[in-house]
């Protein structure tokens, strides 16, 4: 088992920036990949980046391509999500994920999930 935890969501006015934390219990084959995905009211959750953690190959959806950047603290067994240029549109829920796979953008490819954080963002 892998408990996942999620911290750093807030309000911000358009433009701002925010750090997103995902914070896992232990590093174990179930999480290779770590992934963020955002859940929008009325919405379906929807893939927005993922990081190979052994090799830290990193991967974005075109959305947040540009704005987001990941990172990881293998000591701290954290992941990092920098988004800047933040705007109304980026407004949901974010959860961290992990998956065992190398690479994956399918939600039903993660084994683990975070409770989520709200990401609020003003016009």
């Known amino acids: 088992q892998v408990q996942l935890e999620e911290s750093g969501g807030g309000l911000v006015q358009t433009g701002g920036s925010l750090r997103l934390s995902c914070a896992a219990s232990r590093r174990t084959s179930s999480t290779n990949t770590m992934g963020w995905f955002r859940q929008a009211p009325g919405k379906e959750r929807e893939f927005v980046a993922a990081?190979?953690?052994?090799?830290?190959?990193?991967d974005y959806a075109d959305s947040v391509k540009g704005r987001f950047t990941l990172s990881r603290d293998n000591a701290k067994i954290t992941v990092y999500l920098q988004m800047n240029s933040l705007e109304p549109e980026d407004t949901a829920v974010y959860y961290c994920?992990?998956?065992?796979?190398?690479?994956?953008?399918?939600?039903?490819?993660?084994?683990?999930w975070g409770q989520g954080t709200q990401v609020t963002v003003s016009s």
């Open positions: 994920a992990a998956s065992r796979r190398s690479a994956a953008r399918r939600s039903n490819e993660y084994d683990y």
């Open positions: 990081i190979n953690w052994g090799g830290g190959r990193t």
